[in-house]
């Protein structure tokens, strides 16, 4: 297993986009100060991603105030 840190990299863009060339994959493009991390993911694995970003999202806490 992936030895993890305990602070985390912020994303400061993310895009994504449909190859023309392969219409059954989704490109999720993550831009960090590290650089770009291209990832390919199927309908299934975009929609999992996509309910748990969502969930998980519902239960944050609100931001704190300066």
């Given at each position: 297993?992936?030895?993890?840190?305990?602070?985390?990299?912020?994303?400061?863009a993310?895009?994504?986009?449909?190859?023309?060339?392969?219409?059954?994959?989704?490109?999720?493009?993550?831009?960090?100060?590290?650089?770009?991390?291209?990832?390919?993911?199927?309908?299934?694995?975009?929609?999992?991603?996509?309910?748990?970003?969502?969930?998980?999202?519902?239960?944050?806490?609100?931001?704190?105030?300066?």
């Amino acid at each position: 297993m992936t030895k993890r840190s305990t602070s985390a990299d912020f994303v400061t863009a993310f895009a994504t986009g449909w190859p023309e060339n392969q219409p059954e994959i989704m490109v999720l493009s993550l831009t960090t100060h590290k650089g770009v991390q291209d990832y390919a993911l199927s309908k299934e694995q975009a929609l999992l991603i996509a309910k748990t970003m969502k969930e998980t999202a519902a239960r944050l806490a609100k931001p704190k105030q300066a």
